[in-house]
C-alpha cells in the first residue's frame, strides 16, 4: 500500500527551526515529484513547496522564499522541508504529497507545525 508518513512537527518559538520529513512507500519515490502543503483551521490547503522527481526543480509560495527549503533523498525514500525563521504565520498541519505519471497524488496524514511565543 502507498504510504507517506510525516513527522518532524511540534512547538517552536518565533525565530526558530524545524526539519519536517516524510517517508514514502509503495510506489517509485525516484519517479515522483514531491510537495510539502499546509491547512491551518478555516483556511484552505496552500502549496508550500515543490521538488521535482529528476531535476534541481524547487518552488515555493512567495511567504517562505527564504526561510524554507526542500529536499529529497531517493535512496531513503525521503522529502524533507527544512523550516527556519518560523513565524507565527506558519502555524499549520503540514502535509506530504506525490504525484507521479502514472499514479497519485498521494497523501500524508500531516504533522502539526505551531509556531508562538
Known amino acids: 500500500q502507498v504510504q507517506l508518513v510525516e513527522s518532524g512537527g511540534g512547538l517552536v518559538h518565533p525565530g526558530g527551526s524545524l526539519r519536517l520529513s516524510c517517508v514514502a512507500s509503495g510506489f517509485t519515490f525516484s519517479s515522483a515529484a514531491m510537495s510539502w502543503y499546509r491547512q491551518a483551521p478555516g483556511k484552505e490547503r496552500e502549496l508550500v513547496a515543490t521538488i521535482g522527481s529528476t531535476t534541481d526543480y524547487t518552488r515555493y509560495v512567495d511567504s517562505v522564499k527564504g526561510r524554507f527549503a526542500i529536499s529529497r533523498d531517493n535512496a531513503k525514500n525521503t522529502v524533507y522541508l527544512q523550516m527556519n525563521s518560523l513565524k507565527p504565520e506558519d502555524t499549520s498541519v503540514y502535509y506530504c504529497?506525490?504525484?507521479?505519471?502514472?499514479?497519485?497524488?498521494?497523501w500524508g496524514q500531516g504533522t502539526q507545525v505551531t509556531v508562538s511565543s
Open positions: 504529497n506525490a504525484r507521479t505519471y502514472y499514479a497519485g497524488p498521494y
